[in-house]
């Protein structure tokens, strides 16, 4: 045995004295589906559907090269004018998935005269990008203005960026966005926002939180300071990434952020099935009225409060109960996440569900019914398997 594998089965040890072993999820396990970011069930959207089928039919399997080669498809210009458009952002520019956009972000506009200062919460490719990105780190405790304000006055480096998610990807809150832009103009910062739970889902018809700082008083130092990152995996139901900001860059991330510079262009089913998303989205704006109505009834039925987005999280007394918790659930047809340490920021282990706008009312009756008692028993005997 080489010391890899020695060392291979010591990590696995520790795992699973620490009741942290992970297995793989299969969606055909069970019948509802809650643990998916599939919000608005647009991914089996027959219109979605179609255009994913028509665009691959058209333009085969793959883009077949990097965007910088032959890999941009009129698909992607066109996607990335509909998400400019949706969510009211100057322009758009697609990347493979949500990570690469946000590593892509990070790595290309920090260096090491850059200082990056990290909400605690925020999600493992925003960390990962700030790592890479060659300039100091900065992580500051979550939604706290005052703590970003004492790191950006403090600093030495000649520039700055701030980094939170609009809307929490485990705790399902909102990021304080309209005081973090006030102090970004300020005190001379960049502010990255991750939309990747808040597209789809919360602000004006799903055009995310910063959609609505673009008008009044907050307009002119959006346009400046702030860049969107945002997924296509969660609400759009398709697979992929997108930085939206100014023109000059995202000019400078087509000739420096090698998540983008070197990997190929996103796939021609997954860039038609988005704009065919975003497009429903706008035909169709009930759908976010519909998934703050499930996801407040799911709330309840937890005792937690309604989230901001589709995300709601419920804490369990330990990574044990949190397991038993969704094993029952599972076993009742249901399936949730079941997040603990380090998945989770705050160390809190949790279940975590969204509200789906596609529920039937005998779907959301069930998993009200269910929950309430799995999450009760959970609470009142944390130690029972």
């Avoid at 990747?196 to 009044?216: K, T």
């Avoid at 596609?358 to 998993?367: G, M, T, V």
């Amino acid at each position: 045995m080489t010391a890899h594998h020695v060392w291979l089965a010591e990590q696995a040890a520790i795992r699973e004295r620490a009741g942290l072993t992970r297995q793989l999820g299969s969606r055909a396990q069970t019948r509802l589906d809650l643990a998916g970011n599939d919000y608005l069930g647009l991914s089996c959207d027959r219109r979605v559907v179609a255009a994913a089928v028509a665009a691959t039919r058209a333009w085969g399997a793959g883009a077949g090269a990097s965007r910088l080669v032959t890999g941009t498809l009129p698909l992607h210009t066109e996607l990335e004018q509909a998400l400019a458009r949706f969510t009211g952002a100057p322009a758009g520019l697609v990347l493979s998935s949500g990570y690469a956009a946000n590593l892509a972000v990070l790595t290309a506009l920090a260096d090491v005269d850059t200082l990056v200062v990290s909400d605690a919460h925020v999600h493992a490719s925003l960390v990962d990008g700030a790592r890479l990105a060659r300039g100091a780190v900065q992580v500051v405790p979550h939604n706290d203005v005052a703590a970003v304000r004492t790191a950006l006055a403090g600093r030495t480096q000649a520039r700055a960026i701030v980094v939170c998610e609009s809307v929490y990807s485990v705790l399902g809150d909102a990021a304080p966005l309209g005081a973090l832009v006030d102090l970004c103009e300020e005190l001379d910062a960049l502010l990255v926002v991750d939309e990747a739970h808040g597209i789809g889902v919360s602000g004006d018809g799903g055009r995310g939180q910063v959609h609505g700082l673009r008008s009044g008083p907050h307009a002119g130092v959006v346009a400046r300071r702030v860049v969107v990152t945002a997924t296509l995996s969660k609400a759009l139901g398709s697979q992929g990434g997108a930085v939206l900001a100014a023109p000059a860059v995202l000019d400078h991330l087509v000739n420096v952020a090698r998540p983008f510079v070197y990997d190929t262009g996103l796939a021609p089913a997954a860039t038609a099935a988005a704009t065919a998303a975003v497009h429903v989205l706008e035909s169709v704006p009930d759908l976010v009225e519909r998934v703050h109505a499930h996801a407040a009834a799911l709330a309840a039925a937890c005792g937690v409060e309604p989230p901001a987005g589709a995300v709601l999280s419920v804490p369990m007394p330990s990574p044990g109960a949190a397991v038993a918790a969704s094993t029952r659930l599972a076993d009742d047809d249901l399936a949730v996440g079941c997040f603990r340490p380090p998945s989770v920021p705050d160390g809190v282990s949790r279940l975590r569900l969204a509200g789906r706008a596609d529920l039937s009312p005998a779907e959301l009756a069930h998993a009200c019914r269910t929950l309430r008692t799995v999450v009760a028993d959970a609470r009142h005997h944390p130690d029972e398997p």
